[in-house]
């Protein structure tokens, strides 16, 4: 059974900057893909950053040259570099896993805000303006 363990969440002022960390647990395949999905209040679950096992990434244009998706595979854990916060980056970011990756491209990834096999609880991103 796999485990998801999200943390790094917080509230910081527009600009500012947070690296939100999702620790794995139970992965027995080599072949998987992550990402982050984000859902703000009042609005659809949406993809924010994808990785699979060979590390090519894709992102939602709203946060390309904003935020990076990044992984340690000796540490078994995803992580969300996240620069130049501002309010509509407010949600809860929720990291996902699939594996074995069902999907053929990092892209296909991202659109599965309600799709990947296993998802952590989510941690809070809040950012004051």
């Known amino acids: 059974q796999v485990q998801l363990v999200e943390s790094g969440g917080g509230s910081v002022q527009s600009g500012g900057s947070l690296r939100l960390s999702c620790a794995v647990f139970g992965y027995t395949y080599n072949n998987y893909c992550m990402g982050w999905f984000r859902q703000a209040p009042g609005k659809e679950r949406e993809g924010v950053a994808a990785i699979d096992s060979d590390g090519r990434t894709s992102y939602a244009d709203s946060v390309k040259g904003r935020f990076t998706i990044s992984r340690d595979n000796a540490k078994f854990t995803l992580y969300l570099q996240m620069n130049s916060l501002s309010p509509e980056d407010t949600a809860m970011y929720y990291c996902?896993?699939?594996?074995?990756?069902?999907?053929?491209?990092?892209?296909?990834?991202?659109?599965?805000?309600?799709?990947?096999?296993?998802w952590g609880k989510g941690t809070l991103v809040t950012i004051s303006s």
């Open positions: 996902a896993a699939d594996t074995p990756c069902r999907y053929l491209t990092t892209v296909q990834v991202l659109a599965q805000a309600y799709g990947m096999d296993y």
